[in-house]
Every structure is written in structure tokens, then in C-alpha cells.
């Protein structure tokens, strides 16, 4: 059970990791990803162990994102984590500095073979027991434009909160104030990776949240035209 073959494909590129062997992933290693000086050499290991194949986290600073692709199963591998590979596929998502990346871990032989966002029709979209508006989710949609607009797996850009404002036609002030309070709704259900140090809040949490965004499909990909349609004004809000 849950043997079977471990291919991981990124930007089009297809590896295979070897049952008597490690497969590491990062910046000098089995799947070099990127010169990023902020990556690990070695972040991520696949192996297997008595029969089961595993994801570690063998880097001491950087986390991953890991969903089954459904939203029905998401974790969040801190340093020094692992978890097994029970489904078909396994998106793995993970930002160092400035750049996001995606790649897919894909199993012959999964030993498991969807929980979607909700929308109602006020335009109120609901993940589990997080609700999000609809200024909300354009924020987080925005924040994602990038890695949604992107073919396949690869590397993308995170917008700063400058950019991100300038896109939707909101003051920086405005983006920041919906962005903590997104952050602080997602913090209060759970979600991990949203708070940290008064130097690396800021920029850590747009990463962890466009992260966590993808993984649980609150925004997806035929999203995006809401980005460029009209937007009205939320009930007491102002422009």
C-alpha cells in the first residue's frame, strides 16, 4: 500500500525519485528550482520508508504549503516536518524572498484516490467556516494574479502591497487595512504562517496567504476576469 512509483514534474520537467534513494528538492539539488539565493540548497526530500513514501521538510527556515489539489487536504510542512504521500497528486507551494513556486509530486499507486469554495449568491464565498467578502477576495485574488495567470508549475512574483492596491483602484491604505483584516480572520480559524516578527509580517504573510489561497481554491484561475470588472461598494464602505 501506497508503493508504486514517485514522479514530480516542475515547469514542464519531469523527475523521478528512486525507491533506494533521496530526492531532494531546493536550490542545489535532485530538482534545482532556482539560483534564489534565499532557497535552501536542499528544502525538500522525498523517500521512502518501509513501504510508504515520504515528503520532509529538511530545510531549517522556510516552510511548504502541500494540498491534494482538491481542497479537500491541506497541510502546512514547517522545518523539520514530514508527511506521507497518500494521494495521486501532491502540490507542493513554497515562497523564498520575493518568489513563489509550485511543482507536483505525482503517485502510480496512492493509498487514498472535494471540499470547493462555496459562493452564495451575494457574492460571499465561504472555505470551511471562513467567510470572505467580495473586496476580500479580490484582495487575495490580486495578491495571486501572478502564479494563477501562470501555464502549469513554475515560479512567480508575489505583488507587493503597492502593486496589488494599484490593481484593484484602492489606496495602499485601504489594501493593507483589508489585508489585516484577512489575515487576522484566517489566523482566528487556524490557518498558520500568517503572524510573525514586526520585520517579516509584512511581506511573510502576503506569501503565506496567496499560499494558502491556492491550496484551498478560495481563488482559482477563472477568477481572474473579476479583477478587470467593475467593482461596487461593499455595504458601509466607502471608496
Not at 501506497?2 to 514522479?7: F, L, V, W, Y
Not at 491550496?215 to 481572474?224: E, G, H, M, Q, Y
Request: net charge neutral; hydrophobic share 40%.
Amino acid at each position: 500500500m501506497g508503493e508504486g512509483s514517485i514522479s514530480i514534474e516542475y515547469c514542464g520537467e519531469w523527475y523521478r525519485a528512486e525507491p533506494d534513494g533521496l530526492f531532494s528538492i531546493g536550490r542545489q539539488a535532485d530538482l534545482s528550482v532556482d539560483d534564489n539565493p534565499f532557497l535552501h540548497r536542499r528544502f525538500l526530500q522525498i523517500s521512502q520508508v518501509d513501504g510508504m513514501w515520504w515528503l520532509a521538510n529538511v530545510g531549517s527556515r522556510l516552510a511548504a504549503t502541500v494540498t491534494d489539489g482538491g481542497g479537500r487536504v491541506q497541510a502546512w510542512l514547517a522545518p523539520g516536518a514530514r508527511l506521507p504521500i497518500v494521494f495521486q497528486m501532491l502540490h507542493l507551494i513554497f515562497t523564498a524572498g520575493p518568489t513563489t513556486y509550485e511543482c507536483t509530486i505525482h503517485s502510480t499507486e496512492p493509498a487514498f484516490t472535494e471540499n470547493d469554495p462555496v459562493a452564495t449568491s451575494n457574492g460571499i464565498t465561504t472555505v470551511g467556516t471562513v467567510t470572505f467578502t467580495v473586496s476580500q477576495r479580490l484582495l487575495v485574488l490580486a495578491l495571486a494574479e501572478p502564479m494563477l495567470a501562470r501555464e502549469g508549475t513554475g515560479r512567480s512574483d508575489i505583488p507587493t502591497s503597492a502593486l496589488a492596491a494599484k490593481r484593484l483602484g484602492w489606496a495602499t491604505t485601504k489594501f493593507n487595512r483589508k489585508l489585516d483584516n484577512v489575515c487576522d480572520k484566517l489566523d482566528r480559524a487556524g490557518v498558520q504562517g500568517l503572524r510573525g516578527g514586526v520585520t517579516t509580517y509584512a511581506t511573510n504573510r502576503r506569501a503565506r496567504l496567496v499560499e494558502y489561497a491556492i491550496a484551498s481554491r478560495i481563488v482559482t484561475r477563472i477568477d481572474l476576469p473579476l479583477l478587470d470588472a467593475p467593482q461596487a461598494v461593499e455595504p458601509g464602505e466607502g471608496s
